[in-house]
């Protein structure tokens, strides 16, 4: 698994455009020193930081001190963090074909699932932005997260008896799930165990993704296979599946153990905080941090290396 994030590195100066000060032996206004490839950026909690901003792309193996940064990109302007990671997984792919995923956060949209499904075949795993956030303290009255529900579609299902019978199916939160009426006629969402999830390549290059889930035996038992990625049908019913499904939603058993991945990226960025004086870059301008990332990059990686081959050889199984 592939897993990336956005760093805001702090600037050499404290100061941003338009900060002046007075020389109070000569009066006269002066700009203060500052960085002017430092932005506003947001992150992925809402806070707002000052600096310039990166997305790295690390990948690591189960043992101790065995991570690889793969890639880097500045992200030019704020709200470019998406189209930033996207250009790092382009290039990644067709040197890593040992990849199966990515791991992100929410800042990775319906497009760019789309993206990774049908032309990259990888697999993204993160969360769907809510309908309503809530609140970060859950001793608030309103801090209940609130999910997205979207009819995906309909669909057709023989039975066992060889009855046919149509499900409506939805999408809550990323996950699956069957919509009706309950018995006071309210609506109810019954969600879908997800069995497997499956890719067919296309002669074109493309990929194709599903999901299959298992009926509960209240809707008589059986598989159900939904697909995953958009097409022309959705197009016309300008539904975006990628943005409300997920192939391995938050509610999925395997979520927790993919996801966990991504602490690694907030490792990272710690590492360079640390190797950073005062937690502050070590140049100006945007081009010159990119030269500090690269030679940060081949530190870890060149120590993964050296850790690697230090490693006893596995021995064969008889």
């Known amino acids: 698994m592939l897993y990336a994030d956005g760093k805001v590195v702090t600037p050499l100066f404290r100061a941003k455009p338009g900060e002046t000060r007075t020389d109070k032996a000569t009066g006269e206004i002066k700009q203060l020193r500052y960085d002017s490839d430092g932005a506003l950026h947001f992150e992925g909690t809402g806070e707002v930081a000052w600096g310039t901003k990166f997305v790295i792309v690390a990948a690591r193996a189960p043992e101790e001190r065995a991570r690889m940064i793969l890639d880097l990109e500045w992200v030019p302007k704020p709200g470019g963090e998406a189209s930033a990671a996207m250009d790092c997984f382009r290039r990644l792919s067709p040197h890593t074909p040992g990849a199966q995923g990515v791991i992100y956060d929410a800042a990775l949209r319906g497009v760019h699932h789309q993206e990774f499904l049908r032309e990259l075949g990888l697999l993204p795993v993160n969360r769907v932005t809510a309908a309503v956030k809530g ?48 018995d006071i006629g309210e609506p109810e969402f019954i969600p879908l165990s997800r069995i497997r999830t ?44 990628t943005e409300n499904v997920r192939p391995i939603p938050a509610s999925d058993p ?65």
Not at 136 to 158: A, C, L, T
Not at 223 to 238: G, S
Not at 260 to 285: F, K, P, T, V, Y
Not at 295 to 312: D, F, K
């Open 198 to 241: 499956h890719r067919i390549k296309d002669k074109g290059g493309l990929f194709r993704w599903y999901n299959d889930y298992r009926l509960p035996q209240s809707h008589g038992g059986g598989t159900i296979t939904v697909r995953l990625h958009n097409n022309e049908e959705d197009a016309a019913r300008k539904l975006n599946r």
């Open 254 to 318: 395997d979520f927790a153990a993919l996801y966990a991945r991504r602490n690694d990226s907030e490792s990272i960025n710690r590492g360079l905080d640390d190797s950073m004086w005062l937690g502050r870059a070590h140049s100006i301008g945007h081009a010159r941090q990119h030269l500090n990332l690269i030679g940060y990059a081949l530190m870890v990686n060149s120590l993964t290396i050296y850790e690697h081959r230090r490693r006893p050889p596995l021995t064969s199984v008889a």
């Open 135 to 182: 609140a970060d303290k859950p001793r608030r009255k309103d801090g209940r997260r609130v999910e997205k529900s979207v009819h995906i579609e309909d669909k057709r299902i023989v039975l066992g008896d060889g009855t046919v019978k149509t499900y409506s199916l939805y999408g809550r939160g990323g996950e699956i799930g069957i919509g009706e009426l309950s």
